[in-house]
């Protein structure tokens, strides 16, 4: 058991290895010149060489690369100069708005996953069946960006009913005091009602549309899991012992359909981390997709060259997490190891 | 962003029987299988768009006229017109031929570039595979869009680039896919009759164990043809893929950003519509296909 995870963590450990080298490649080898991009295109050649100077660009590519790495360990992500501020304060406070719209848009997609998938297997009625399927196929074909500005245009101009895309609260509202910096927990346990409500209804279209890809991926693989396991021999035995329909899918066959579920979380993940880049700045929702997207836009490459290998290194982590976890809860997967 | 990997399930009916009885039946095919069917009218409507759009539709799709600015759908301009008047269906067409020609590049030259990486690694072994391997597992540490946003703010945005970046991420999927296809198939006791009979290495590769990948190849391909189409608007939006101008179908939901919530729809609408058809046929085509030709697939045995 134990030498299988630190097998699978010196295998995660390369990947990031690599991926950091792939990441400095085209970050620090290829681009024109950062220095140049960040004295302005008008300086003088001795103000480029002073600035690379400083920024160590002068040195050979393994002293580069070292730096780089070390940087990034020490938390020295480098100077964000469009904002004005180091890499890592951009990031540490827009991180929780990121992490509070992730959350509701994983809580979305799967409660929604789960009902959709369950109503899809649960008795044989093709047409449900096909119209589960064929959402899904849309859902995954939908630019998370568009769906974004549809929903805004339909739920928010037109009907009216969730707030425009003014971020995380409304101009009128202040936020809640800081315990988690999720605004919608820490307006609850302050008994700020109103704040909570307006809190929630905010994230409400942007989580959607952010849960739109995921909850389609969910439901694809739930109702092809649920299918196989309730083909299962065992499901014919508990159903045979006289156990009803319902009980046999909750208790027996959807904890098995989980499993293979949570192979996927790191696949989950890099839809959130991606959809993030996506959805945010089409909300203006302050957080570190809308600020990758910004940073793109203003050529500050060194923003996005941090977030780039953080995420890298989340995915690896997640993966690593979920190969070892996989092993605790599903002893099949531990039988080759134990020989 | 989903990653590109082939579906894994199948769909009713039994196509394969009716497939086998020939490609002049295609037709018939086509009728049966509705869900197919759909798919592979709208992607074929989006081809003669790109393709022959500039025939019967000779509006200039960077012509600005001021005059004519942001017009709603009509007769004379059917998906209405842009902030500096340019005939929105004239750049959705464009926009079309731009998508599916991307979209066919980067599915061809990765399908190449991962499909002899993946041969090479399963057919030679040892340090070589070692090596293959360990720079896809790099490649994959990436959640897909954000290498392709990587490499792409590295290289220069732009087309080509952001091309580039999005088939850079496609490669490691075809070349784990196929150095396992590969090694299951060497396993099999008709390569061990072949060296048997004295068959050289290469043309054991060349004659007997290519011609097996060629499907998977193709099941992957069709899957990553989606992925393609998906992120390279995903790019365009974010300022990574076309330079302004260019009527691109993410650069154009850029452009009409500003103008969803002042009403004028139809900027951004018409090509995010595009996108969604385009890959939603390439990925129902691409299922359809997995169960026609997958060789360990539930057909197997026929």
Redo the contacts between chains.
């Keep these: 058991m134990i030498r299988a995870a630190a097998g699978k963590l010196s ?1 995660a450990l ?6 950091s ?3 400095f ?3 620090r ?4 010149n950062p220095a140049r991009l960040i004295v302005g295109p008008l300086a003088s050649n001795e103000a480029i060489v002073q600035q690379e100077k400083t920024m160590g660009l002068d040195k050979p590519l393994w002293v580069q690369y070292w730096r780089y790495i070390k940087g990034i360990f020490t938390g020295d992500w480098g100077f964000a100069y469009s904002a004005g501020e180091t890499v890592k304060h951009e990031i540490v406070a827009r991180l929780p708005a990121s992490a509070e719209l992730g959350l509701y848009a994983f809580l979305f997609a799967f409660v929604l996953a789960v009902i959709l998938a369950l109503a899809a297997t649960y008795r044989h009625r ?1 047409w449900v069946d096909g119209t589960i399927r ?1 959402v899904s ?2 859902g ?4 998370p ?3 974004g ?2 929903v ?2 339909l739920f ?2 037109v009907w009216g009913i969730f707030p ?2 003014d971020g995380r609260l409304g101009p009128n509202t202040t936020p809640p005091p800081t315990y988690t910096h999720f605004y919608t927990i820490d307006a609850v346990a302050a008994g700020q009602w109103g704040t909570a409500w307006d809190a929630l209804r905010h994230l409400m279209l942007p989580a959607i549309t952010l849960g739109l ?1 995921p909850f389609a ?1 969910l439901v ?1 693989l739930l ?2 899991n649920l ?1 196989d396991v309730s083909r299962e021999n065992f499901i014919v035995v508990v159903r045979s012992k006289g156990l009803g329909r319902w009980p046999a899918f909750s208790h027996h066959a959807l904890p098995n359909a989980f499993l293979p579920t949570l192979t996927a979380s790191g ?1 989950l ?3 959130l ?3 993030s ?2 959805v945010e ?2 909300f203006n929702w302050p957080g570190i997709g809308a600020l ?2 910004d940073s ?2 203003r050529q500050d ?1 060194a923003v ?2 941090t ?2 290998l953080l ?2 290194v989340a ?2 982590a997640v993966n690593f997490a979920v190969d070892v976890l996989y092993g605790v809860i599903d002893p099949r997967v531990r039988i080759p190891v134990a020989r | ?3 590109p990997v082939g ?3 199948g769909w ?1 009916g039994d196509p394969l029987v009716r497939a086998r009885r020939g490609a002049g039946r295609a037709f018939v095919f086509l009728a049966r299988d509705r ?1 197919l069917g759909i798919a592979v009218t709208a992607l074929a409507l989006l081809v003669c768009l790109g393709l022959l759009g500039p025939l019967f539709w000779p509006n200039d799709p960077l012509g600005i006229d001021v005059g004519s600015s942001l017009l709603p759908p009509s007769s004379a301009h059917p998906m209405g017109t842009d902030s500096v008047g340019r005939d929105v269906f004239a750049r959705f067409n464009e926009g079309a031929r731009i998508s599916l020609t991307v979209g066919s590049v980067v599915v061809i030259v990765g399908a190449l570039f991962g499909g002899v990486i993946g041969i090479v690694a399963g057919a030679t072994g040892g340090w070589l595979d070692g090596l293959l391997m ?2 896809m ?11 392709a ?3 792409t ?4 945005s732009g087309l080509r680039t952001a091309g580039l970046g999005i088939m850079l991420t496609t490669i490691p999927y075809y070349a784990r896919l196929l150095r396992s296809e590969v090694l299951r198939i060497r396993s099999l006791p008709f390569i061990e009759a072949a060296h048997a009979l004295g068959a050289r290495r290469m043309r054991i590769m060349a004659r007997h164990i290519v011609p097996h990948v060629v499907s998977t190849l193709l099941i992957q391909a069709a899957a990553v043809f ?1 992925y393609a189409i ?1 992120t390279l ?2 790019l365009g ?4 893929g076309a330079r302004v101008p260019t009527p691109e179908w ?1 650069t154009m ?1 850029t452009d ?2 500003q103008f ?2 002042t ?1 004028q ?1 139809w900027i ?2 018409f ?2 519509l595009g ?10 085509i691409a ?1 359809r296909a997995r169960d026609i030709l997958d060789p360990r697939g539930r057909y197997a045995h026929v």
């Design positions: 295998g390369m990947a990031i290895f690599g991926a080298v792939f990441a490649i085209f970050m080898v290829f681009p024109g093709p064929g196929f849309l995954l074909g939908t630019p960006f568009w769906f500005l549809i805004l245009l928010s101009q425009g895309p890809a991926f694809r109702r092809a299918l696949l993940l890099a839809q981390i991606s959809g880049v996506l700045k089409v990758i997207v793109i836009l490459f996005v060259q977030f780039v995420s890298a995915y690896v | 962003m989903e990653a579906r894994a399930e009713g869900a360990r720079t597992d790099a490649i994959l540490a990436f959640p897909p869009l954000i290498l946003m990587a490499v703010v590295g290289l220069g989606g998906l608007a995903a939006f974010v300022g990574l993410g939901i009409g950003l969803f919530l009403g729809w951004g609408v090509p995010g996108v969604l058809i385009a890959v939603t046929a390439a990925s129902v299922d």
